[in-house]
């Protein structure tokens, strides 16, 4: 199981895939998110350890949601799961008591598939995921060496079934003949309840550690969701979104770098039990805001 300070490393080890921004380093910490609300157009959420730890909505979220709302503030949900079809990852906000409408959710599987291309692509997803919104000839991926040699790229949704015979045989055929591998979820880690479960980000990494270059990951802190966000928010300026999460080198990163200003909620996910000031100081990535749970 690997621990905050090990995924802290790797992120840092990554970082020059990343996109880059200057953060002032200043924080000030506060109580709860109707402090700044003044000061915010748009609230911007991550969703694993900030709304949810796994199937498990943390508490007063859904609260926190609907008191922003009444104070005039719209909400985004801006999540790197890509493991469902809008409409499943809809359903489960529902299920956790989040009210979410459609237009408020931007997910990284919704930019991944902007950038597809016609061709027939070997495709990585969850078992329960039915692949309803791929619009392109694809193949399911598994353990049949000849599959991975058959398409013209890959796309990775889901690491849920993933294994090492999976990886080994995905990185062979691509040494062999490199591909597009389209990365619809870049973080490494996601925070659950009994630990972190392993990522596509963490795949795509490795694979991209072999000098493959046409690895392409969507998602936190690639700015085709930032593009997505905007494009859902027009007229208002980037100072007034306000991006809440729990990782650095996700949701604080690709937020300043944007130019929105930044809240790292500390509790429930990548840092639960840590002192965030020794890694925004070890990084060089401070939000401007930091405070326990929304």
């Known amino acids: 199981m690997l621990t905050t300070p090990e995924i ?19 924080i000030r910490d506060i109580d709860d998110l109707t402090e700044i609300a003044e000061q915010a157009e ?8 900030v709304l949810n730890v796994g199937e498990t909505l943390i508490k007063g979220a859904d609260l926190r949601l609907r008191e922003l709302r009444s104070l005039g503030c719209k909400i985004r949900i801006l999540t790197n799961a890509a493991s469902y079809e809008r409409s ?7 299920k956790l008591g989040i009210e979410i409408e459609d237009d408020e959710i931007i997910t990284s599987r919704d930019a991944a598939l902007l950038v597809l291309t016609s061709g027939f692509w070997g495709v990585i997803a969850a078992t329960e995921d039915h692949l309803s919104d791929l619009e ?13 040699d058959l398409v013209d790229g890959f796309l990775f949704l889901s690491s849920s079934i993933w294994t090492d015979v999976g990886q080994e045989l995905l990185k062979r055929s691509l040494l062999k003949n490199d591909r597009p591998v389209i990365v619809a979820n870049p973080d490494l880690v996601a925070p659950r309840d009994n630990g972190f479960s392993i990522e596509p ?3 795509g990494h490795l694979l991209a550690d072999c000098g493959l270059k046409n690895i ?46 930044t809240v790292l909620v500390t509790q429930d996910g990548l840092f639960s039990g840590y002192d965030t000031k020794k890694y925004c100081f070890e990084s ?9 749970r929304i």
């Open 8 to 26: 802290f490393r790797r992120y840092e080890e990554v970082r020059s895939r990343m996109p880059q921004a200057q953060c002032s380093s200043s």
């Open 42 to 49: 748009v609230f911007v959420f991550d969703a694993f350890g």
């Open 88 to 94: 499943g990852t809809i359903a489960k906000f529902s």
């Open 136 to 148: 392109v000839d694809y193949l399911r991926l598994g353990h049949q060496p000849q599959d991975y």
């Open 201 to 203: 980000g963490h795949f």
């Open 216 to 261: 392409r990951f969507f998602g936190k802190p690639f700015p085709e969701v930032y593009d997505l966000v905007e494009a859902s928010l027009p007229s208002i300026p980037s100072h007034k979104i306000v991006m809440c999460g729990d990782t650095l080198h996700t949701d604080i990163l690709g937020a300043a770098a944007r130019g929105w200003q």
């Open 284 to 292: 060089s990535i401070y939000p401007n805001w930091r405070l326990a």
